[in-house]
């Protein structure tokens, strides 16, 4: 793979960076030879069991699998309100919700609830959708007709199981498949929108009353990818921290990222980690040396 077709310089030597599309018969094939001995996954937890248990039939490779999650959002009552909410928002409509990690839990404590839900609802009824080749748009289509599918479904359970529909809630009329920015209040912890993941443009908004109920509640989840908190109060934050368990938690912050800093998930979120040094310890081994000095004789 060459900078330019000018350039001499490579940046990897011809045949180590491969790209093969494929619908899964590739990635099989991968899993299933013996002369493969790492396995790196990004997808949905139902394929990265797939790959775990296929794995360990032929030559127990090393696997790390980055998968799905249903992320809790907390937002506390002395933090910056209008900048919660439009993070917020962000942290769940980024890329039209198709992010593993999107903050699809919006946690926020009762004093603030009903303000948080009315100016949420009114920034995602404000959110442009149309033509991604758009500079103005903020939201394209789904990736395909079975996602939109699904998400207009979740929506539906949503509304059939007692949520508040307060934004969207509905496909965009006409091609494509754009689905309305959607919020729900008043969502509880049972609901399939809390639980499944939506991997879509809906955001669900609940309220809490105290730091150890929201804690317990945003750890009730198969997943454990992330999770993020909104205050201005540093020991309540890390009274938080050290009780969600979450591969990431950003602070006042939501989608940030960087080289140096691990990311990946706890519990059907996957395990192992991309990024830094703990990812780079997946991909070589130890090998331990021991040799035996000859002694001087007396």
């Not at 491969?18 to 099989?28: L, S, W």
């Not at 442009?128 to 359970?157: A, C, H, M, W, Y």
């Not at 040094?277 to 130890?286: F, H, K, M, P, Q």
Request: glycine share 10%; proline share 3%; hydrophobic share 35%.
């Amino acid at each position: 793979m060459q900078l330019s077709k000018n350039s001499d310089i490579k940046l990897f030597s011809e045949g180590v960076v491969n790209v093969v599309p494929g619908y899964g018969k590739a990635g099989e094939a991968l899993v299933h030879h013996p002369d493969v001995d790492k396995v790196a996954f990004t997808g949905s937890t139902k394929v990265g069991r797939m790959i775990q248990q296929g794995s360990s039939a032929v030559n127990l490779k090393r696997v790390t699998l980055e998968l799905g999650g249903k992320s809790p959002n907390i937002v506390l009552a002395d933090s910056d309100l209008d900048y919660a909410v439009q993070t917020s928002h962000f942290g769940l409509f980024f890329n039209m919700g198709q992010c593993c990690c999107a903050a699809s839990r919006t946690y926020v404590e009762d004093s603030i609830y009903d303000e948080f839900v009315e100016r949420s609802a009114e920034r995602a009824k404000k959110r442009i959708v149309g033509n991604p080749f758009d500079l103005n748009t903020e939201q394209g289509p789904q990736v395909d007709k079975k996602q939109l599918d699904k998400i207009v479904r979740l929506i539906k359970s949503g509304c059939d199981q007692g949520a508040t529909l307060v934004a969207g809630g509905d496909r965009v009329d006409g091609p494509g498949y754009f689905v309305q920015p959607t919020v729900f209040a008043n969502v509880e912890d049972h609901m399939e929108i809390s639980r499944e993941e939506i991997f879509g443009p809906v955001q669900q908004l609940a309220r809490f009353k105290n730091l150890d109920e929201v804690i317990k509640r945003a750890n009730d989840s198969d997943y454990g990818l992330a999770a993020a908190i909104f205050s201005k109060n540093i020991d309540k934050v890390n009274y938080l921290v050290q009780g969600l368990r979450a591969g990431t938690v950003w602070v006042n912050t939501y989608n940030a990222f960087g080289a140096q800093v691990p990311f990946g998930g706890y519990k059907m979120s996957g395990h192992g980690r991309e990024n830094s040094e703990y990812a780079l310890r997946n991909y070589t081994e130890v090998k331990s040396v021991i040799t035996r000095v000859q002694q001087k004789s007396s």
